[in-house]
Nanobody
């Protein structure tokens, strides 16, 4: 099983990015998918999750700015990030509770 996050990049504060999470060997639509982020030297931090039912929740630090969703097939999970702040700079990962994918780097400049 492999999960892969993509879509990171460099953006100015106030900008937006959309991250994607895809998997091989795993039906994403049947799993709760979490998004986490990590700044080097710091602990990994929960960002958001989406359940197979579509229910979701967010860390307080991103609530109202980030939205997690699935595509129509359920095979891709997105993290739409708006109103980005420099403190959102981190390596972002998706996870199904067991497997971690390679992260994607988000850098927000002030």
């Amino acid at each position: 099983v492999q999960l892969q996050a993509s879509g990171g990049g460099l953006v100015q504060a106030g900008g937006s990015l959309r991250l994607s999470c895809v998997a091989s060997g795993l039906a994403l639509r049947l799993n709760t998918i979490d998004w986490y982020r990590q700044v080097p030297g710091k602990q990994r931090e929960f960002v958001a999750f989406i359940k197979p039912s579509g229910g979701s929740d967010y860390a307080d630090s991103v609530k109202g700015r980030f939205t997690v969703s699935r595509d129509n097939t359920g095979n891709t999970v997105y993290l739409q990030m708006n109103s980005l702040k420099p403190e959102d700079t981190a390596l972002y990962y998706c996870n199904n509770g067991i497997f971690w994918g390679q992260g994607t780097l988000v850098t927000v400049s002030s």
